[in-house]
Nanobody
Framework: QMRLEEFGGGSAPAGERLRLSCRGS????????AAWFRQTPGNQREVVAS???????RYHTSIKGRFTIAKDATEDTFYLQMNNLKVEDTGIYYC?????????????????WGQGIQVTVSS
């Protein structure tokens, strides 16, 4: 069974940065698809950033150029680098993974999820 462990998060002032990491127990290479989702009270979980099996990243429009999602094959990990944080970035962040090969805009079959990690951005 794939298990995902999330690291990072916490509290930071607006304008500063945080880095979230997600380590997979069953990654054999970097050919998986993955994403970071965010959930806030009363709202449905939404994708913040995703990356497909060949490394193409997509971002929510609210992100602009502030965040970067990337894979680190040497550590069986993918991460979300969050720069220039805003208060509205606050929420619970979940990493998610699909092991199918996904490219060319196809939807990743997110079958594995992390437990969620809190990000709080203060003004």
């Amino acid at each position: 069974q794939m298990r995902l462990e999330e690291f990072g998060g916490g509290s930071a002032p607006a304008g500063e940065r945080l880095r979230l990491s997600c380590r997979g127990s069953e990654f054999t290479d970097s050919g998986y698809c993955a994403a970071w989702f965010r959930q806030t009270p009363g709202n449905q979980r939404e994708v913040v950033a995703s990356i497909d099996s060949v490394g193409v990243a997509r971002y929510h429009t609210s992100i602009k150029g502030r965040f970067t999602i990337a894979k680190d094959a040497t550590e069986d990990t993918f991460y979300l680098q969050m720069n220039n944080l805003k208060v509205e970035d606050t929420g619970i962040y979940y990493c998610a993974v699909g092991l199918a090969f996904v490219a060319a805009g196809a939807v990743c079959p997110y079958g594995y999820w992390g437990q969620g990690i809190q990000v709080t951005v203060s003004s």
